[in-house]
Structures are given as C-alpha cells and as structure tokens.
C-alpha cells in the first residue's frame, strides 16, 4: 500500500486539482461504496464530517459541474432534499 501512495503522490502533478481535494474524495468514495442509490446532500454532510451546508453543496456542484456527479431534486417526507 506504501508504495501505491508514494506512486500516487509522485503522478500528482498529472492529476486534476479541482477534484483533487480530501472533501470530494470522500465524497466519490462514499457515493461509489452507496451505487445508483447515492446519497442526499445531508447524509453526506452529516456522514463524511465535511464541513458546513454551504460546502458541501459547494463540493457537490463542482464534482457536478466536471461530470463526476449527477445532482437532482428528491421529495423525502414531504421535503425537497438534493440528491
């Protein structure tokens, strides 16, 4: 496993550093372990310890907007949560 990091870490000037940051890894990880299934906003936020609303819906839309994501609107006892 040492060895894969060291790897990792010495490609990371190849890598994209949008993506590249510890929130929206965990968040691709955990979302990749949940399926088609995915996650709300705030079980995300309240699952992974990753900040403030704000950031997360932050972190969400620029995995969105680089085609990592999809994002839609889900009603859950009678109120609007992303998805």
């Given at each position: 496993m040492k060895e894969k990091f060291l790897e990792i870490v010495h490609e990371s000037g190849n890598l994209?550093?949008?993506?590249f940051s510890i929130s929206r890894i965990k968040i691709l990880w955990a979302l990749s372990e949940l399926g088609e299934d995915g996650a709300t906003?705030?079980?995300i936020k309240n699952g992974l310890n990753i900040g403030s609303d704000g950031s997360t819906y932050s972190n969400l839309n620029a995995l969105v907007e680089m085609g990592y994501l999809r994002m839609e609107k889900v009603?859950?006892?009678?109120?609007?949560?992303?998805?």
């Open positions: 994209n550093s949008k993506l906003a705030r079980q009603r859950f006892e009678s109120k609007e949560n992303l998805e």
